[in-house]
Structures are given as structure tokens and as C-alpha cells.
């Protein structure tokens, strides 16, 4: 059975260049292409390849975002970083033993990679998302009705915590993430705060407080109209924010 | 104060360092002050004088009064030194001097007064209680002068020697980015096959480009070249980036002959290129404007910028700081580099003399 490889890279020539030496391999086929992490992480829903050759520097979403996404597919395809140059990326592989490319990519060294992927599959993958080698994510991966759909955290108002989902109200919508919110609360401490044990709303888009009728206190988002409560454990914080505002 | 090594031309303002008194509580630093005390010290002992003592106790007395002031001098500035970095080098040295004098007065009264009380005989007879005060004080004035300045020099010294060495060390990884070198060798070689004769131009221009990057800062080149050497930087990006990269160039205005150092552009435009277009999946267009003014030219980089929750962290500023150190370095206050992030876009505005505010400002 052939593998089935996708290319992801924001430069023409070097898709090109990669379809061109996968063309002269033998038992491979090209899945597809992809110019950035966000156009990466869909087409592996989409294509569900056994390969995926990633690019580390992309506009929208680097490599090493896509890669930690992609991680937390079911039946994960290998991984293969390619990259220019980039100490500090090479320095994450080193430590989880992910296999990556320099290039120009020589054909023998692509041909050992796509081998050593063939046999030994994506296994090291899950350590990475565990390990943190991404400071924070740009995007929130979630699936709607078995479609995967990628929320841009920049665009997020705000996430409230029910059951044992997170639900990520954002400006097209809402979907639910099978996250922890203390858990994204630490991952985005910078851009978002805690206003009640089940809520964290986007500082940015903070804009008030408000008291009810029968004392309870309420933040106000722009472009939000929906009511969510302050606790009274969240408020001396929250009012020195908005003060600072 | 001859160890001074090679002092800087002594100019009448003094540039602003924070640490133009140095750590009085550092053992170097002790070490110099005793051994200028006790310098000191045995000059008093040789100076003629009609004192009939014998020279070991002489020399002793006098050292160790002479060490003392100087140890009390020292803790008083080691302790005050956080005080005095915080105001103005000026104003810090003559309050350093003046608590210097302080000491001495207060000091040598001190001892004179001891030395009355005992009638040890170390001194001076009673009624020159204000000849020892004083003679003290102007010993402290002179020594204390030179020895302040001595150490501004040598800080100063250190200062310049250190960011000289960082300054060479980041203008070398500036001028070389390795992610551009290696991304062009593989631009490159998906062009061979493809369209050979692109490739071929590809590596003249980076042949180009590398001999800018490798020459030294002193070798001079034109504005003309300069900007044709952002074309070839350019051209060999478009292969690159395809599309995504559009330029819009205007500087048919600027005199092609304007001497200036060289690089002094390219890196600029790619930072434009490297943290805007780059970072833009649709990528965006380069505009690059320049225009003549009275006895200057003036060239404005701009670029548009991803939002920035969607910025990747970079070091945007090196090949700013270390232009704009060259441009000060080269033309002084008469060339400048702004810069104006905005939320979506970044505008460089580059000013340099041209060919009349060259003269005006070598008949400086």
C-alpha cells in the first residue's frame, strides 16, 4: 500500500520542490497540499494522510501549532518537520525525538524519513502536547457533527465551562471544546480573565460592569448581549481591571 | 593617574551612562583608593616640612589617617551610590565631590580634636586647628578630582569597549539572516529543473547580495547601489513567495550617486518582508517612497502587519537598532530612522543628508 503524504509549506516553489522528490520515491503517493498550520490541521480531517511534511514558519499558524492539533486526532499520521533554519524549533525535536528535515531536502534523507515514519508510525506525538513546546496556541480545534473546525483565539469572547465541556462563544458562533478551563486559563492568561469559577471572557473585549435590580454584578462585553455573572470572589479583581481599562 | 588607559577625548558634556561612579564596594575599586591614599600618604611624608619626628611614625600617623578618611570616603559613596546613579552625571559627580570634602573637614576636625585632647603631638600645635582643617580639604580636592575622573574614564572606557563588542557581534547576525540564506538555496534548487534560467538569475543576486553582506561597514557605496541592491534582494523573494509579495516601488526622485555606507536599506526592507508579508497568508505589498527635501532625501518603507493576536513573536528590533546606530554613527543628528507601528501596518521613514547636507556637514 502507497503512502500518502501531504505537503505544507506558505512557498509555491517549495511544494513544489517536495511533490517533485516525493514523485521520484517509491511507494508514495501525494494526499495534498496545504500553505499554513490552519489549511494543514483541516486537510488531515479531510484527507486523513500517513505522512504529514510540515513547514515550521507559515503565516496564520506555524508548524509546531499545526503539529500539536494534529496530535490530538484519533489515529494521528507521523509528523515530518521541514525546516530552513530554526535553532529553537530543531533544539523541541531533539528533546521528543521528532524526526525533521532541513533544506534544501535531500531526496535519501526524505526517502529515510517517509521509511522510519512507515514503521514506526506518529507515537511520539501525544509527549508533545503534553510538554508544551508551543507557548500558546493561536487557534482552539473542535469537532461539529465529526467536522473539525478551528477557532481563532483572537476572535474568542468568551468560554463558559459546562460539565466537563468548555463551551467558546466567539464571533461567528459557539462550539464546544473538550478542554479544561483552568487549563486554558493558564495557557491564555494573557487573554482572558476569570470572572466567576465557570467563566473567563476576553480582557480586550471587557468593557463594564453592571448591578442588577437585586445586587448581583454583571460583566458587559462589547458585541456580546448575553449576561454573565460576576462572582464575588472574581469582583476586587476585576474592578481594578476594569478601572484600569 | 597615569594608568588611565587611553581616555576618550574629554568633551564638555558628559554622555549619559549609569554607571559613571563606579561600585566603591567592589575589592578593585577598594584596592585603587588605598593605593592612591597611600600614595598620598608618602607624598606628604617626602614634601619639605620642619617636623623633626622621625620618618617611620611620621609615615604611619599620616597613613593611617590619611587611610581612614579615605576608607570613610569610600563607604559613604559605595552606600549613596544608588541615590546619586539616579540623578543626572553632572549633578552625581560634583554631590559625590562635595561629600568627599565633607568627610575630610568633618574628619580631619575630628582628629585634631582627639589629637588636642591627648596631646599626642600628631598634628599641628593648637592655634592652627583651621591651617590642618583646611590643608586637608584642598589635599582631599585635588586628589578627590583626579581620582573621580580616573574612574569616569575607566567605566566609560568599559562601557564603550563592551557595547562595541556587542554592537559587531549583532551587526554579524543581522547582515547574515540564515533562515533567508538557506530558504533561497531552496528556492533555488526547486528552480533548476523547473525554470533554469530563474535560477540562474537567483544565484547572481544572492551572489550580489552576500558580497554586500561580507564587506566591511567602512567601504562606501551609492544610494543607486543601494537600491539596486533591494531589487535583487526583492526579486529573489518574489520567486520565493510568489504572489504573496507585491512592491511598489517609487524613488525615481533620489540621486543615484549619494554616497552612503552600504546595507544601510536592504535590511529594512527585509524586516518588511520577514514580519509583514510573510506573516500574511495573502500576503501584501512592500511600498517603498522616497522624495527629496531641502538638503536631505528622505525614504518611507511601509508594510502591512498581521493583527496582533496573530503576531509571531520575533526580534524585530535588531536590524532597527543596529541601522539606526549606523545611520547616527555615519551622519550624526543629521540622519534619523522613525519608526511608527501601527495596528496593521509598519512605516520606516529613513532621513540622510544628500550631496549639500554632506557639505555642510563636512565644513562643520
Known amino acids: ?245 | 593617574m597615569s594608568a588611565a588607559p587611553s581616555p576618550p577625548p574629554a568633551t564638555g558634556k558628559a554622555p549619559v551612562l549609569p554607571y559613571w561612579l563606579p561600585d566603591f564596594c567592589s575589592l578593585p575599586v577598594l584596592f585603587a583608593v588605598m593605593v592612591v591614599a597611600e600614595l598620598l600618604a608618602l607624598v606628604i611624608l617626602i614634601a619639605p616640612s620642619d617636623e623633626s619626628r622621625p620618618l617611620l611614625p611620621r609615615l604611619t600617623t599620616a597613613s593611617v589617617f590619611v587611610q581612614w578618611l579615605a576608607l570613610v570616603c569610600a563607604v559613604c559613596l559605595c552606600k549613596l551610590r544608588p541615590q546619586l546613579a539616579k540623578l543626572t552625571p553632572l549633578l552625581g559627580v560634583m554631590t559625590a565631590y562635595a561629600l568627599m570634602l565633607l568627610v575630610t573637614v568633618l574628619g580631619s576636625a575630628l582628629v585634631f580634636g582627639i589629637d588636642q585632647q591627648l596631646n599626642l603631638g600628631l598634628t599641628l600645635p593648637a592655634q592652627f586647628q583651621a591651617r590642618f582643617i583646611w590643608r586637608s580639604a584642598a589635599l582631599c580636592a585635588l586628589i578627590g578630582a583626579a581620582l573621580l575622573r580616573y574612574f569616569y574614564v575607566l567605566e566609560q572606557w568599559r562601557a564603550r569597549v563592551g557595547a562595541e563588542a556587542k554592537a559587531r557581534f549583532e551587526a554579524l547576525q543581522a547582515r547574515i539572516r540564515p533562515h533567508f540564506l538557506f530558504n533561497s538555496m531552496n528556492t533555488i534548487a526547486s528552480l533548476i529543473p523547473l525554470r533554469p534560467q530563474d535560477a540562474e538569475r537567483a544565484v547572481e543576486n544572492l551572489s550580489d547580495l552576500f558580497r554586500a553582506a561580507l564587506g566591511n561597514d567602512t567601504a562606501r557605496s551609492t544610494l543607486g547601489e543601494e537600491l539596486d541592491l533591494v531589487q535583487r534582494y526583492l526579486d529573489i523573494e518574489k520567486l520565493r513567495l510568489g504572489e504573496r509579495l507585491r512592491v511598489d516601488l517609487d524613488v525615481a526622485d533620489l540621486p543615484g550617486d549619494l554616497p552612503m555606507p552600504p546595507l544601510l536599506l536592504q535590511p529594512l526592507v527585509e524586516n518588511a518582508v520577514y514580519h509583514g508579508i510573510q506573516q500574511l497568508p495573502a500576503g501584501g505589498t512592500v511600498e517603498i517612497r522616497g522624495r527629496r527635501l531641502d538638503g536631505a532625501i528622505e525614504i518611507v518603507i511601509r508594510n502591512p502587519r498581521p493583527p496582533a493576536g496573530a503576531r509571531a513573536a520575533g526580534r524585530h528590533g535588531m536590524a532597527l537598532a543596529n541601522t539606526r546606530s549606523r545611520i547616527e554613527y555615519h551622519f550624526g543628528r543629521h540622519g534619523a530612522l522613525e519608526v511608527v507601528a501601527g495596528a496593521d501596518d509598519f512605516i520606516c521613514t529613513v532621513r540622510l543628508p544628500d550631496a549639500k547636507g554632506e557639505e555642510a556637514l563636512a565644513s562643520r
Open chain 1, 1 to 245: 500500500m502507497n503512502t500518502k503524504v501531504l505537503i505544507v509549506d506558505d512557498e509555491p516553489l517549495a511544494r513544489e520542490r517536495l511533490a517533485g522528490l516525493l514523485r521520484e520515491c517509491v511507494n508514495v503517493e501525494i494526499a495534498g497540499e496545504a500553505g499554513n498550520g490552519r489549511e494543514a490541521v483541516e486537510a488531515v480531517a479531510r484527507l486523513a494522510p500517513d505522512v504529514v511534511l510540515l513547514d515550521i514558519r507559515m503565516p496564520l499558524m506555524d508548524g509546531l501549532e499545526a503539529a500539536r492539533h494534529i496530535a490530538g486526532f484519533d489515529n494521528p499520521p507521523a509528523v515530518i518537520f521541514c525546516t530552513a533554519y530554526d535553532e529553537h524549533a530543531l533544539a523541541a525535536f531533539e528533546a521528543h525525538a521528532l524526526d525533521y528535515l532541513v533544506k534544501p531536502i535531500r531526496r535519501e534523507r526524505l526517502q529515510a524519513a517517509l521509511e522510519r515514519a512507515r514503521r514506526f508510525g506518529a507515537p511520539q506525538l501525544a509527549q508533545m502536547q503534553s510538554a508544551g513546546t508551543v507557548p500558546h496556541r493561536s487557534h482552539l480545534c473542535a469537532r461539529v457533527r465529526g467536522n473539525l473546525v478551528l477557532v481563532a483565539v483572537a476572535d474568542i469572547q468568551y468560554l463558559l465551562a459546562e460539565d466537563k465541556y468548555v463551551v467558546v462563544h466567539h464571533a461567528g458562533g459557539e462550539v464546544l471544546v473538550e478542554e479544561a478551563l483552568r487549563a486554558l486559563e493558564t495557557e491564555f492568561a494573557e487573554r482572558f480573565v476569570r470572572i466567576h469559577r465557570n467563566c473567563l471572557v476576553a480582557r480586550e473585549r471587557l468593557s463594564g460592569l453592571t448591578r442588577s435590580a437585586d445586587g448581583r454584578i454583571f460583566a458587559q462585553l462589547n458585541g456580546v448581549t448575553a449576561t454573565l455573572e460576576v462572582s464575588r470572589r472574581n469582583l476586587p479583581g476585576l474592578r481594578k481591571l476594569v478601572r484600569s481599562l
